[in-house]
């Protein structure tokens, strides 16, 4: 079993601190069980939580409401109020613990490593710390229709105002709807051609025709292509979106 926390215990208390999220909880999950793990325990972070001592989350959350014996978490783990809890109060609690070290070439691999090199659009980078490459979930929305006037009608990505977008620019990937998968041309910015202010999160599915507002989606992006740039009129815009779609295919293909 995991026990993991939703949301993010700093979203409660700090959020100015709370760090970007590079999954949903239902995809933390999916990803969890995908290990092989039988359980995820999602534990509901809320005030009355984050006042329990070390000891009382020991006995009442991991003792007695999962039956917990033995514990794996990582070298330096704190939990409980103030993060006063460590292995060694598992261990006065009667639990066995296995502690292990971060690992990853170089430098340990963390989230803060992993949100740092979407941020600056390295998603190959974080491609390789996370084991995949990185995503946005989100639901499918109607933006101003501008991609449809040029021929390369695009899905508005709404997603959580937390989720770990990479930084501006043109990156190829892949959408996820409805159980299937596509090639696209992700756009992530505030469109600077048409002097646009809303940073948004924009896929054009290759080889795609099909009404999907108001569905959830899954864009992974798997490689930035070129950083976000205001053009001189419509004509270069839609030469540069031509190559940027050549690109994706070339990146794409096996």
Same mark, same amino acid.
């Given at each position: 079993?995991?026990?993991? !926390? +939703?949301?993010?215990?700093?979203?409660?208390?700090?959020? &100015?601190?709370?760090?970007?999220?590079?999954?949903?909880?239902?995809?933390?999950?999916?990803?969890?069980? #995908?290990? @092989?793990? +039988?359980?995820?325990?999602?534990?509901?972070?809320?005030?009355?939580?984050?006042?329990?001592?070390?000891?009382?989350?020991?006995?009442?959350?991991?003792?007695?409401? /999962?039956?917990?014996? $033995?514990?794996?978490?990582?070298?330096?783990?704190? !939990?409980?109020?103030?993060?006063?809890?460590?292995?060694?109060?598992?261990?006065?609690?009667?639990?066995?613990?296995? &502690?292990?070290?971060?690992?990853?070439?170089?430098?340990?691999?963390?989230?803060?490593?992993?949100?740092?090199?979407?941020? =600056?659009?390295?998603? #190959?980078?974080?491609?390789?710390?996370?084991?995949?490459?990185? =995503? *946005?979930? @989100?639901?499918?929305?109607? @933006?101003?229709?501008?991609?449809?006037? /040029?021929?390369?009608?695009? #899905?508005?990505?709404?997603?959580?105002?937390?989720?770990?977008?990479?930084?501006? @620019?043109?990156?190829?990937?892949?959408?996820?709807?409805?159980?299937?998968?596509?090639?696209?041309?992700?756009?992530?910015?505030?469109?600077?051609?048409?002097?646009?202010?809303?940073?948004?999160?924009?896929?054009?599915? /290759? +080889? !795609? +025709? $099909?009404?999907?507002? %108001?569905?959830? *989606?899954?864009? &992974?992006?798997?490689?930035?292509?070129? %950083?976000? &740039?205001?053009?001189?009129?419509?004509? $270069?815009?839609?030469?540069?979106?031509?190559?940027?779609?050549?690109?994706?295919?070339?990146?794409?293909?096996?």
């Amino acid at each position: 079993m995991v026990v993991t !926390f +939703d949301p993010n215990p700093l979203e409660q208390l700090r959020p &100015e601190q709370a760090p970007t999220r590079l999954t949903s909880i239902t995809r933390r999950c999916e990803l969890i069980r #995908a290990c @092989g793990v +039988d359980d995820v325990e999602v534990l509901g972070f809320t005030a009355e939580l984050a006042a329990m001592s070390a000891q009382d989350f020991t006995a009442q959350i991991l003792q007695q409401g /999962l039956d917990v014996r $033995e514990v794996v978490i990582g070298e330096g783990f704190r !939990f409980g109020h103030r993060a006063q809890g460590s292995a060694d109060t598992l261990r006065t609690a009667g639990l066995d613990v296995l &502690e292990y070290g971060l690992v990853g070439e170089g430098a340990p691999v963390s989230s803060t490593r992993i949100r740092a090199a979407v941020a =600056e659009g390295d998603v #190959a980078a974080a491609a390789v710390m996370l084991g995949r490459a990185p =995503e *946005v979930d @989100g639901v499918v929305v109607r @933006g101003l229709q501008r991609g449809r006037e /040029l021929g390369y009608p695009t #899905a508005n990505i709404a997603h959580h105002e937390r989720a770990a977008v990479p930084a501006d @620019g043109v990156y190829a990937g892949r959408t996820e709807v409805a159980g299937r998968t596509f090639n696209a041309a992700i756009s992530v910015g505030t469109n600077p051609t048409f002097e646009g202010t809303h940073r948004t999160v924009e896929a054009y599915l /290759l +080889d !795609f +025709d $099909e009404d999907i507002y %108001g569905q959830d *989606v899954r864009v &992974e992006v798997v490689q930035r292509l070129r %950083g976000m &740039e205001a053009f001189d009129g419509v004509a $270069e815009l839609v030469a540069q979106m031509d190559e940027d779609v050549t690109r994706t295919r070339e990146v794409l293909t096996p």
